[in-house]
């Protein structure tokens, strides 16, 4: 199975070997104009000069396409998840329910979860497009509930403009690493064990949260913005971004070419 630690080094080495730069803690603080399309991408090392910038930026995409005007409506969802240790024998690479989720880490333990079961924690972003996500939280529910202050905290669904010249909210928080949801957290590695006694031996290595965005329905947005030629948007995933990121990347690549 896939292994998000080892897979994207490995993006990062091909992208190299064809030519590209990767710069990690390098902030994009936001895009230049001239003659109304894109002409540079400004960032907290300074200026890079190009004709075409692609915004993947997950849950950060709709407040940096606030700051040139563009309405884009996307909310993220707290979702927890946690690790248990090597030692349960037996056990199928991966494995899906509706109850519970589970995919063999590179280490021999496992990555357990319940799919779409995650908090909605209150955000300016989210009152602002409420009206849009109402139906589809409507729908879902069963498996969401009411969230704290977390996202409000973390800064990514903020409304605030700010300026290129000065820190922005992304390198304050340069990684959105929320704090887990330890109830989902126990209810998770419970009705792992209920199906799979086998991982009653191993104990609970490690615990996270992270934030999924998505759209209305549910749908990715990719495309040009219109109104601002050179702008890409490639948003609004679902979680669903590590398994279909790379057919998305080879459609912008056409777009651009």
């Not at 960032?43 to 884009?72: D, H, K, P, Y």
Request: hydrophobic letters at 40%; a positive charge.
């Amino acid at each position: 199975t896939a292994d998000t630690s080892r897979a994207v080094p490995v993006a990062a080495r091909g992208i190299m070997a064809a030519g590209g730069s990767v710069h990690q803690y390098c902030a994009a603080r936001g895009i230049e104009l001239s003659a109304g399309r894109v002409s540079g991408v400004v960032t907290e090392a300074g200026t890079i000069r190009t004709r075409t910038v692609v915004m993947a930026g997950g849950a950060w995409a709709s407040s940096f396409c606030n700051q040139l005007g563009i309405r884009f409506p996307q909310a993220a969802v707290r979702q927890s998840i946690l690790a248990v240790a090597p030692g349960a024998n037996g056990l199928p690479d991966a494995l899906h329910t509706a109850r519970v989720s589970l995919t063999r880490r590179g280490n021999g333990g496992y990555t357990l979860a319940i799919s779409g079961r995650a908090r909605v924690d209150p955000t300016p972003q989210q009152l602002r497009f409420s009206r849009e996500f109402v139906p589809m939280f409507a729908r879902r529910w069963r498996s969401l509930a009411p969230g704290a202050f977390e996202g409000w905290r973390q800064g990514h669904e903020s409304l605030k403009k700010w300026v290129l010249d000065d820190v922005t909210p992304m390198e304050r928080n340069r990684i959105l690493d929320p704090k887990p949801d330890m109830r989902q957290i126990r209810l998770t590695y419970r009705r792992a064990c209920e199906l799979l006694p086998e991982l009653k031996r191993v104990s609970i290595s490690d615990a996270w949260a992270g934030y999924i965005d998505s759209t209305p329905d549910g749908i990715p947005a990719v495309g040009e913005i219109e109104g601002i030629p050179g702008f890409i948007l490639a948003a609004g995933f679902s979680g669903h971004g590590f398994g279909i990121g790379p057919g998305a990347g080879h459609m912008i690549a056409d777009i651009i070419t």
